[in-house]
């Protein structure tokens, strides 16, 4: 339908031809003053780009008369972050673990540094919260493969667990039951054992035909009573904290073919200070010894 332009008669300005449902559009100027400020906008605008860098072309961009970048400003403004903090990342530095862990301004300073490098390097594997999931170590509980002072999460942050680029890694490994060493009764019967030694539901008969064969097989790195032994990253068995398992299929399957994790070193990937930092952190997160 071709447009029809005429004059409204109520109010004499012309309308635009639009019609919908019988009402019609009419051709009213804009305000004067949303003029002025769109012209505004548009001198504004243009005092910008010839001010500050603007449109891009090519491989660059309109660099502007003033010779501003917002990269050389957040660069500028960590350089001076960086030397506000250098007194006490000196000091960080020189301190020993323990002595971060007793003064409250160190030790708040390596909390919040900590944290940062954990949400960066961690989180990814153990959770933003650090409650880990399946095969993943829960760092809130007290709960350690390889101990939870100071000293052995340090080791463990540097080194890493099974890294083989790392000479000094933590390293350990359960044979597979499976493979000839035990068979399917005696899994069956070790498995129950396990469940009892974890005060979970389990087949007393069964689970004492076990304790038999968890004594030549299992003891010696999970201890007679199931408590493990950090010395050689062997879980406790004793709790209900399990990294792997939880009930008889999964513990099972876990002595038959074995999971083994493993961790990156992190001491050629972050600084020394970095990682004091990192080891405080996860120490404070509440498992610490």
Not at 3 to 20: N, P, S
Not at 75 to 83: H, I, R
Not at 107 to 129: D, K, P, Q, R, Y
Not at 142 to 164: F, K, P, S, V, Y
Request: a negative charge.
């Amino acid at each position: 339908m071709p447009t029809k332009i005429e004059k409204d008669q109520a109010t004499g300005v012309d309308t635009t031809g639009h019609e919908w449902d019988g009402v019609r559009e009419l051709n009213n100027p804009l305000p004067r003053w949303w003029l002025y400020v769109f012209y505004a906008t548009v001198v504004f605008s243009i005092g910008y780009m010839v001010i500050f860098p603007s449109v891009p072309y090519g491989d660059g961009y309109l660099k502007g008369t003033a010779d501003y970048s917002a990269r050389v400003e957040v660069e500028k403004d960590l350089a001076e972050a960086k030397a506000a903090q250098g007194d006490i990342l000196a000091r960080v530095a020189e301190s020993d673990l323990e002595t971060i862990r007793g003064d409250q301004n160190l030790l708040a300073f390596s909390i919040a540094g900590g944290g940062a490098a954990f949400a960066e390097n961690c989180a990814a594997c153990h959770g933003t919260g650090a409650t880990g999931g399946p095969g993943y170590p829960n760092l809130q509980d007290d709960d350690w493969l390889w101990g939870g002072d100071l000293n052995a999460i340090q080791t463990t942050i540097r080194h890493g667990i099974r890294w083989e680029q790392n000479e000094d890694t933590r390293y350990s490994e359960m044979p597979p039951f499976g493979d000839g060493i035990l068979d399917r009764a005696q899994i069956a019967a070790t498995t129950q054992y396990v469940l009892s030694l974890a005060n979970l539901d389990h087949d007393a008969a069964t689970a004492a035909a076990g304790q038999t064969v968890y004594a030549e097989q299992c003891a010696a790195c999970h201890k007679a009573d199931g408590s493990g032994d950090p010395t050689l990253g062997a879980p406790a068995l004793n709790d209900a904290v399990w990294l792997y398992a939880g009930n008889a299929d999964e513990i099972a399957t876990q002595i038959a073919r074995p999971r083994h994790g493993v961790m990156p070193a992190w001491d050629n990937r972050l600084s020394p200070v970095t990682i004091k930092m990192l080891t405080v952190y996860v120490h404070e997160l509440g498992g610490g010894q």
